[in-house]
């Protein structure tokens, strides 16, 4: 089954510099590779996705990119803001399974 | 509207109780999941509905039973449960599976067995 790297497992970053979380998949079949920002007592939250077809995605201050030869996708936090502190999850998906993958969690911290 | 709404927030339990979670999704999604997730963890995915018929079972103990009475409704009902059965419970939903769709979390029910 697909199995899902994710790195570091924390993280604490200046107000305003940027922020990277790495991610390495193992099924070549995976197609779908969504983030997740999950917030203290709350579910978590998409917050960009990308498919195998592209190898960037941006979305205002966030970004992703994919690298599928090499099998691994980052999120990409650019001038950070405190309320960016979170727990983010990475995640693949691989046509024909059922089910997402999850990484094992980054816990970012924004220092003011 | 992108919402999931589960309900119960937070649920505390005797290991002789019955209760039961439930979740409700209005985008017209035709795929609902339940996820379990303890600390510091990812979720881990229990059960997977398809157009209201169960297609996934991830090796849940019987003593977690779901429930999908129509395309908008997930339930899950919890009986005899134990102490390390308490966890953030989280209904999901997506278009349809296979996924390769936006999956959309609720808030989960933070449960905790006595």
């Known amino acids: 089954g697909e199995n899902v790297e994710q790195h570091p497992s924390t993280l604490s970053v200046q107000e305003g510099d940027s922020a990277v979380i790495k991610c390495t998949y193992s099924d070549s079949a995976s197609n779908y590779f969504p983030w997740y920002k999950q917030e203290l007592g709350k579910g978590p939250q998409l917050i960009i996705d990308i498919r195998s077809n592209v190898g960037e995605k941006k979305d205002q201050r966030i970004a992703v990119t994919l690298n599928k030869t090499a099998k691994h996708f980052s999120l990409h936090i650019t001038e950070t803001q405190p309320e960016d502190s979170a727990v983010y999850f990475c995640?693949?998906?691989?046509?024909?399974?059922?089910?997402?993958?999850f990484g094992t969690g980054t816990r970012l911290t924004i220092i003011p | 509207d992108t919402e999931v709404t589960q309900t119960p927030k937070h649920l505390v339990m005797g290991m002789t109780n019955k209760k039961s979670l439930k979740c409700e999704q209005h985008m017209g999604h035709r795929a609902m999941y339940w996820y379990k997730q303890k600390a510091k963890k990812p979720p881990e995915l229990m059960f997977v509905y398809s157009y209201e018929k169960l297609s996934i079972n991830e090796s849940v103990p019987s003593r977690f039973s779901p429930e999908c009475p129509n395309s908008s409704l997930l339930n899950l009902h919890l009986h005899a449960l134990q102490p390390e059965d308490s966890a953030l419970y989280l209904c999901?939903?997506?278009?349809?599976?296979?996924?390769?769709?936006?999956?959309?979390f609720g808030q989960g029910t933070r449960l905790t067995v006595v």
């Open positions: 999901a939903s997506s278009r349809e599976r296979p996924a390769n769709t936006e999956a959309f």
């Open positions: 995640a693949a998906w691989a046509f024909g399974n059922e089910k997402l993958t």
